[in-house]
């Protein structure tokens, strides 16, 4: 079959391989690694990898042929836990943590997340829309194709509503595809202080309305000292499972006082932060299969060394991601590639376990793996192309922004390190009739890499 577009020429091609479930332990470390090779793409769809020269029975007159070299190429990227949508920053207080505050004592004299809950509630739909289309835009031109966006600086239901309804629209007219996380467990609320139960039951109350308006397909929540118990915790995420909601929870992240266990128990998707988780921790969440969303700029940025022992989880046998945790005040970035070089620089961990935990391991935590986070034949054409000799290069060289290509669904979306072809993605034109009939095509066709370069083999 003729592709529409082939990408050749390419260094190196990382192919994370897909199977079936999130790699865990060892299986992290493995990949595909093609050299000297091309990615052929078919409608909106992953048609071919290989290496070396196109096969000639992939070009025709319309294909369109883009030469590649001293660039590398991998999955679009995949952001997997942000807090995308508020109003404000926090920049005041950036300067009291300097002066030794902690997150912690930030948050219970009224700050932190209260204050950004103060003026995402003044934000009305129109100004959060456009504050978070900038961060939006600043995460593809790092090269990510889908981000987890959460609520929870409403903190009532009308603006943990409105903050959905947003991620919810930017989802329907940007390239980038959000995943939507209802948070109204991040904070207390000040009036809520001295009997924080009675919020449990309001954010109870709002489960089903965000299951019947179709808002958000994972309920998260903030098990912390000061924040959320694990008892409140279990009790808010045993309910959102109940109403079909995907969990999640933000445990061990300051102190550990039970949430790791909590996801345990629940077999929640994934268990957030575990900055201090304890060993027992890891040997019960790599026995539940629960993911571990890693934030080391979370710990860069609040000044800590307690990164997460990600090592240590690796070699029990979870799987793990790498994210950004984009917010207002424990973690203000937007920089995935300086969380993945955080990864190797502050977590010593490996190239390929660094890449498949920001590719196929990121897309199971967002339970989109059938379509994307590898470059299997028959998933969405997301690809991040990056200007680099080889892939180690993108971790040696830190902080600077690599990627100058986007492909989202086959289409360019960042060229030259440039926004293009904005209005080619609102969702009523992602999926015409061409498109259609070009999968229907696709769909007698769904092998894997490693049978494309046996392909190849076998014609030599
Ligand atoms: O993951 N820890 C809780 N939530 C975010 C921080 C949100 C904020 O400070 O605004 C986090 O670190
Ligand atoms: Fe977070």
């Not at 629940?266 to 040997?283: F, G, N, P, W, Y």
């Amino acid at each position: 079959m003729i592709a529409d577009k082939i990408i050749y020429n390419l260094n190196e091609i990382f192919c994370p391989i897909d199977l079936g479930h999130p790699l865990r332990g060892d299986e992290m470390k493995e990949a595909k690694i093609l050299k000297n090779g091309y990615i052929a793409i078919y409608g909106n769809k992953i048609y071919e990898v290989g290496e070396g020269d196109v096969p000639e029975d992939l070009v025709g007159e319309e294909t369109e042929l883009i030469e590649r070299s001293n660039h590398v190429a991998m999955p679009g990227l995949i952001d997997c836990h942000t807090h995308l949508v508020y109003g404000g920053s926090r920049e005041h207080e950036f300067a009291d943590k300097l002066k030794g505050l902690t997150y912690l004592d930030i948050l219970k004299r009224g700050g932190g997340i209260l204050s950004t809950q103060r003026e995402t509630q003044k934000a009305d739909f129109d100004e959060l829309y456009l504050k978070s289309k900038k961060l939006l835009d600043h995460m593809i031109f790092h090269g990510v194709t889908t981000v987890e966006a959460k609520s929870g600086y409403g903190l009532d239901w009308e603006n943990e509503k409105k903050q959905m309804e947003v991620v919810k629209s930017l989802d329907e007219n940007l390239a980038i595809d959000l995943v939507s996380t209802f948070m109204a467990a991040h904070a207390i609320p000040f009036e809520y202080k001295e009997n924080p139960d009675d919020f449990v039951d309001e954010v109870l109350k709002m489960i089903p309305l965000v299951k019947e308006e179709n808002l958000a397909e994972f309920c998260d929540v903030f098990c912390e000292k000061g924040v959320f118990t694990a008892k409140q915790s279990y009790k808010i995420l045993k309910e959102a499972q109940k109403y079909g909601l995907k969990t999640r929870i933000h445990a061990d992240e300051i102190e550990s006082i039970g949430g790791s266990s909590v996801a345990a128990e629940l077999k929640t998707t994934s268990a957030e932060h575990l900055m201090v988780v304890t060993d027992e921790d890891i040997k019960k969440l790599a026995e539940a299969e629960v993911i571990g969303n890693l934030l080391p700029g979370t710990t860069f940025s609040l000044m800590e060394d307690s990164y997460a022992p990600a090592r240590k989880m690796i070699d029990e046998g979870m799987a793990i991601t790498l994210t950004t945790d984009s917010n207002p005040g424990s973690c203000p970035t937007a920089n995935i590639q300086f969380i993945m070089q955080l990864g190797a620089l502050a977590m010593k961990l490996e190239p390929n376990e660094i890449f498949n935990a920001v590719t196929i391991n990121a897309a199971y935590s967002v339970d989109r793996a059938k379509n994307i986070g590898s470059l299997d034949a028959g998933k969405n054409a997301d690809i991040a192309i990056f200007e680099a000799k080889n892939l180690d290069y993108l971790l040696y060289f830190f902080a600077t922004n690599l990627c100058t290509e986007v492909y989202k669904n086959g289409t360019l979306a960042v060229k030259n390190r440039q926004i293009v072809n904005e209005d080619k993605f609102f969702k009523n034109n992602k999926k015409d009739i061409e498109q259609i009939e070009k999968e229907k095509k696709l769909k007698t066709r769904i092998p894997i890499y490693l049978d494309n370069l046996k392909r190849r083999d076998e014609e030599e």
